[in-house]
């Protein structure tokens, strides 16, 4: 009875979504290798995490769309809700905290100035009110570098620095399931199921359908190596994000004639 109960709980919290397959709203082709794989639904997780009480951990699951763990949680005032757990060993029947006020128990939520400085979080907004967007990948964390009295400092995994309001929300740890990355897929019919389609070289191409294309055997490509839409890639001044300096700033914004 009791699994009866919590699987009906659980088709409420389940959605049935279309995919994409690689294309944008405008029902075009922008990303070649992506179409197909299985039907899978989508669960509702609670990213907002701004519910202030205690409740039991029923469940842990692995979502096909997600890589760290979900736990079905239910509160002392008999809600339901589905969330992304922590790398604390979770155990099924632990009481969980949620709250602003509780940020040193397991899997609570507050804000970013009751986090300690030097302390791994994830689950973090980027503005206030806002879902948690930031770090909720499997294993991944962000540091507490510094505070100010209105923003915290955050050092991200890709070295990135960002400056956010202390009213924020964020978990302490880092989100579960740390060994997602060791996990091989070990034949191309499980890529053909997760949804991806196989690479094509662009040298084994028409000279229509890419700039490497053409010719006669393996030849190397004339010019530098481009992209299918013709842009230079893999060129070492190349950069593909802007660094910018106030030196550079002001020469760019001079010559625009801002």
């Not at 050092?155 to 997602?180: A, D, F, P, Q, T």
């Not at 091989?184 to 191409?205: C, E, H, N, S």
């Amino acid at each position: 009875m009791h699994n009866f109960l919590i699987n009906k709980i659980k088709k409420q919290l389940i959605i049935g979504f279309s995919k994409r397959a690689g294309k944008n709203f405008f029902g075009r082709k922008t990303i070649f290798t992506q179409g197909g794989g299985l039907k899978v639904k989508l669960r509702l997780l609670d990213f907002k995490r701004n519910f202030v009480g205690t409740g039991l951990l029923l469940t842990i699951e692995k979502d096909i769309n997600r890589t760290g763990f979900i736990g079905l949680i239910c509160y002392e005032n008999g809600l339901f809700s589905l969330l992304l757990l922590s790398s604390i060993p979770s155990i099924i029947g632990k009481t969980l905290i949620g709250g602003f006020f509780n940020f040193n128990k397991f899997s609570a939520s507050t804000f970013l100035f009751n986090i300690p400085t030097g302390s791994a979080i994830h689950h973090i907004e980027l503005f206030p009110g806002s879902n948690g967007i930031l770090c909720r990948a499997a294993g991944t964390s962000s540091f507490v570098i510094s505070k100010d009295n209105n923003y915290t400092f955050l050092k991200m995994n890709s070295r990135w620095l960002l400056k956010l309001s202390n009213y924020c929300i964020g978990i302490l740890g880092n989100v579960s399931n740390e060994n997602h990355y060791i996990t091989r897929v070990k034949t191309a019919g499980k890529m053909r199921q997760l949804g991806f389609k196989p690479t094509v070289r662009g040298i084994a191409k028409n000279p229509c359908d890419h700039p490497h294309g053409g010719g006669e055997g393996r030849g190397s490509p004339k010019k530098a190596q481009r992209t299918p839409w013709g842009k230079l890639t893999k060129v070492p001044t190349k950069r593909t994000k802007l660094f910018y300096t106030k030196k550079k700033l002001f020469k760019t914004l001079k010559k625009k004639n801002v």
